[in-house]
Nanobody, 126 residues
Framework: QVQLVESGGGLVQAGGSLRLSCVAS????????MSWYRQAPGKQRELVAS???????NYADSVKGRFAISRDNAKRTVYLQMNSLKPEDTAVYYC????????????????????WGQGTQVTVSS
């Protein structure tokens, strides 16, 4: 059974930094993409950043230059370094990953499924 477990959330003052981590576990063949999403109260969940297994990254405009996503493929872990935090960054942050397990083999390729972590709260005070 595949699981994603996040850690690193908390309360920080505006201008501060936090580092989120997310570890994937279970019977995993490959993880092509790992991402961070966030959802603020009363708002839709939005993509914050994503990273491929080869290191290609993508960021939401609102976090460019302040957040950095990275991953350790051997540890099946994705990180989100958040700097210069603003009150509007307050949200529950969710780890998401496209993961292939042995049961996803289709004869010549592996299909993937999307998995979500349980979420971690980030609160930025002004």
């Amino acid at each position: 059974q595949v699981q994603l477990v996040e850690s690193g959330g908390g309360l920080v003052q505006a201008g501060g930094s936090l580092r989120l981590s997310c570890v994937a576990s279970g019977n995993i063949v490959t993880i092509p993409v790992m991402s961070w999403y966030r959802q603020a109260p009363g708002k839709q969940r939005e993509l914050v950043a994503s990273i491929t297994s080869g290191g290609g990254t993508n960021y939401a405009d609102s976090v460019k230059g302040r957040f950095a996503i990275s991953r350790d493929n051997a540890k099946r872990t994705v990180y989100l370094q958040m700097n210069s935090l603003k009150p509007e960054d307050t949200a529950v942050y969710y780890c998401n990953a496209d993961i292939a397990s042995p049961s996803d083999y289709k004869g010549s390729y592996y299909d993937t499924k999307k998995y979500w972590g349980q979420g971690t709260q980030v609160t930025v005070s002004s």
